[in-house]
């Protein structure tokens, strides 16, 4: 009995719930967690409210280094969707993937490079180690970007894997540089590292945090599919309309002490994120640009798959969220 009442005080702190009882088996949805950031709050507030529940999903998360990894975690079915940049998406397609992102999580670039104690400006970068989370990530072709507005490429540094957590490598001195989202940012700004390239105060538009598929399962299960979306979106929409509870998620899930860097993290995701998770193709272009030099293709069609969006546009689901939550 105190279970129950403790899940239903969740429910009403988070000012929503299941809408309607399933009485089918939940499926297994599987979702790649490429870095826990507030990027991924959507999806936590619509976990913590059994939004996935309600739309008969029973929500799986796997932590994984993204890049590399999404294709084949994807193609084998081990994941149903990966929340990861485009970037990815583009290096997978290019050697023989055929993946789509169908919906944002942020539609601008987020990272700020941050230098190691010690490292003093451009100059002592070279020759030394700037770490990434993975081959392909957003981290990765944001590190070439801010590489190029201090006046050095990738060939001038040592490009190092370290994966998830980069902030403590950097702390520790392990890297001497490296890209940093929220709420790292803000940790590593209360540590006084110095930010050498800040990306985010350029508001550069770029499908940053995606939410993507492999072609042939949006194909084949497109109806489940559209239940992540609609979960996930709502989940938007409890965050926006309930700061206090979404600041709680926040602290708890990515272990946050200091009131300062929850707000600082809540603020930058009612900021940057799409409430319905629309994707913004002027951000999509831009990450084909800037990969063309690899040869990846420059039709967006081939990254992109904005029919999901529509759909729901279309059957009002849009509409039905900003009613419910008072928004309209």
Not at 145 to 160: A, H, K, P
Not at 167 to 195: C, I, K, Y
Not at 246 to 255: E, I, M, T
Request: charged share 25%; glycine share 10%; net charge negative.
């Amino acid at each position: 009995m105190k279970t129950a009442i403790c899940a239903l005080g969740v429910l009403l702190a988070l000012g929503t719930g299941p809408t309607e009882a399933n009485a089918a088996e939940p499926i297994p949805f599987s979702i790649g967690e490429a870095s826990p950031a507030n990027t991924y709050l959507a999806i936590w507030m619509a976990e913590e409210a059994q939004l996935y529940e309600a739309q008969g999903l029973e929500l799986r998360v796997v932590p994984m280094n993204g890049g590399s990894q999404t294709a084949p975690e994807l193609e084998a079915g081990n994941i149903q969707l990966m929340h990861i940049g485009m970037s990815s998406v583009v290096r997978a397609n290019m050697m023989g993937s055929d993946l789509r992102v169908i919906g944002s999580l942020s539609n601008v670039i987020r990272h700020t490079m941050f230098l190691a104690p010690g490292v003093r400006g451009a100059e002592d970068l070279r020759g030394r180690a700037v770490g990434i989370s993975s081959a392909g990530s957003e981290s990765d072709s944001t590190t070439t970007l801010g590489l190029e507005r201090i006046g050095l490429t990738r060939e001038d540094v040592r490009i190092r894997e370290i994966g998830r957590d980069r902030l403590d490598q950097l702390r520790r001195g392990m890297v001497s540089a490296t890209m940093l989202g929220e709420p790292s940012r803000s940790e590593a700004l209360a540590m006084e590292l110095n930010p050498i390239v800040d990306l985010y105060a350029d508001r550069i538009a770029w499908l940053f945090s995606g939410l993507t598929v492999d072609r042939a399962y949006l194909i084949e299960h497109r109806d489940l599919v559209l239940r992540f979306m609609r979960a996930t979106i709502e989940g938007n929409y409890v965050a926006i309309t309930n700061e206090v509870g979404a600041k709680n998620v926040l602290s708890r899930r990515l272990g946050l002490n200091e009131a300062g860097i929850v707000d600082a993290s809540y603020d930058n995701f009612k900021l940057e994120t799409p409430i319905n998770a629309e994707i913004d193709p002027a951000g999509a272009q831009n990450i084909v640009e800037a990969l063309a030099s690899m040869g990846a293709s420059d039709d967006v069609n081939e990254y992109i798959d904005l029919s999901i969006g529509e759909e729901l546009r279309v059957e009002g689901f849009y509409a039905a969220m900003e009613e419910k939550y008072g928004l309209n």
